[in-house]
Structure formats: structure tokens, C-alpha cells
């Protein structure tokens, strides 16, 4: 019998099973690691318990798992995005074409700018405060 033991031994075959359905699994298995990650640089700082890196699940239970874990409500967060830059206006220009009777709008299409952008220029350059030493070429009262 000694030696009928020692070849069972010997011929042991190692199964994995799902940890989550025990499903045999035969030819892959997926393995689901939490870790703890910094939020700047994306390092993994450490993980989060040993015990979870010896699990073992089948692909319909990953899916399962990650539908619970990332539900479609959620949208995946988006990359941050610069805001735009806003443009230099031609305040001469803006300030003739106010002048010849030009409407906010039509001078913000006639030099690509919005027209609160327009407005904005128009209210500067006609309230704008006076240097106190009178440079810009009108006197103080």
C-alpha cells in the first residue's frame, strides 16, 4: 500500500476553483488585487489585504464583481481639461465699429469673439479710470 500512496502523490492533479461560484477553472483564472493608490501620481502605495491576492474567479464573475464595482450610472471620470484661453481683442477696432452704430453681436462675428467678450471691452475702454498723473492725455477734475 506504501507504494500505491506515494504514486497518488505523485499524481495529484491541482485544480482552481472560483472563489466566488467554484467553478473549475481551466485554463485561465483572473485574480482581483485592491490596492491602495496615491491619487497624484498613480503609485501603488501598498495593497489592501494579503488574503484577497490567493482569490481566484471565473470571467462571469468578474464581470459580475465589476458591474457591482463600477456601476453603468457612474460615468468613468473624465481627464481634466485646461480651460480655454481667451482671446486678445482689438480694442480699436471694437471700439470703431461700436461707434459706426455696430451691434455687440455683429462685432463679435465680424472679429471671432464672443459678444459678452464685446461687451466687456466696450465697457472698459469707455469707464476705464484715469491715470492720476493725467497720461493718457485728458485731464483730471
Not at 504514486?7 to 485592491?34: S, W, Y
Not at 484577497?52 to 465589476?66: Q, S
Not at 455696430?102 to 469707455?126: F, G, H, L, M, T
Amino acid at each position: 500500500m506504501a507504494v500505491k500512496e506515494k504514486e497518488a502523490e505523485r499524481l495529484k492533479k491541482i485544480q482552481f476553483v472560483c472563489d466566488r461560484c467554484g467553478a473549475v477553472l481551466e485554463k485561465t483564472a483572473i485574480k482581483i488585487i485592491p490596492n491602495v493608490v496615491e491619487l497624484e501620481g498613480e503609485d501603488i502605495l501598498h495593497p489592501v489585504d494579503e488574503a484577497t491576492h490567493g482569490m481566484h474567479f471565473c470571467a462571469a464573475c468578474t464581470d459580475a464583481l465589476l458591474k457591482f464595482l463600477l456601476p453603468e450610472n457612474k460615468p468613468p471620470p473624465k481627464p481634466k481639461e485646461k480651460p480655454a484661453r481667451r482671446r486678445r481683442l482689438d480694442a480699436g477696432r471694437v471700439m470703431a465699429l461700436h461707434n459706426a452704430g455696430w451691434s455687440n453681436e455683429d462685432i463679435a462675428a465680424d472679429i471671432r469673439a464672443d459678444p459678452e467678450q464685446v461687451r466687456q471691452c466696450i465697457y472698459y475702454q469707455k469707464y476705464k479710470k484715469k491715470s492720476p498723473s493725467g497720461a493718457d492725455g485728458e485731464e483730471q477734475t
